[in-house]
């Protein structure tokens, strides 16, 4: 009893682990085959997701300029203004998370919004 805490945080960290050691390799394995292990190395595990990733911080601007607008709006339209004004008191995690609700990623690629993409190929945020 007076382990038992441990004891199942353990076996469940080590089934964990266990259940997925091959699919991590295979994965690793196939990252190595598209990209290079000398161009990868150079890069710290922070830097390497910037890469793949893109920013996590948003740039308010990029995205409001490389925004499109359809339906009868447009930048000036009073709705527009209000969900940019909305947006505005977003902290980084809010706007994150709207971007993804929005998109289905919380990733800005590393060119910013003008490269943002969809599911078939390079699209711009549009509301």
Sequence with gaps: EKNKKEYIERMVK???ERGVVQQTE????GFYEVVDAR????????????????????DLSDW????EYRGG?????IV?????????????????RLLQ????????PYEGFASLRGSNG???FCV
């Excluded at 997701?49 to 948003?58: D, H, P, Q, R, Y």
């Excluded at 409001?64 to 925004?67: D, F, P, Q, S």
């Excluded at 609700?101 to 800005?108: L, Y």
Aim: positive net charge.
């Design 73 to 77: 709006y447009h930048d000036n339209h």
């Design 64 to 67: 409001r300029n490389n925004t």
């Design 101 to 108: 609700f929005v998109t289905g990623t919380s990733s800005i």
């Design 26 to 29: 295979s994965l690793v394995r």
């Design 14 to 16: 080590w089934r964990i």
């Design 122 to 124: 390079p699209r711009r």
């Design 39 to 58: 161009l990868v190395s150079v890069f710290d595990a922070r830097e390497l997701e910037l890469v793949i990733a893109g920013t996590a911080e948003i």
């Design 80 to 96: 527009i203004r209000w969900f940019w004004a909305a947006v505005e008191r977003f902290n980084n995690e809010q706007r994150l």
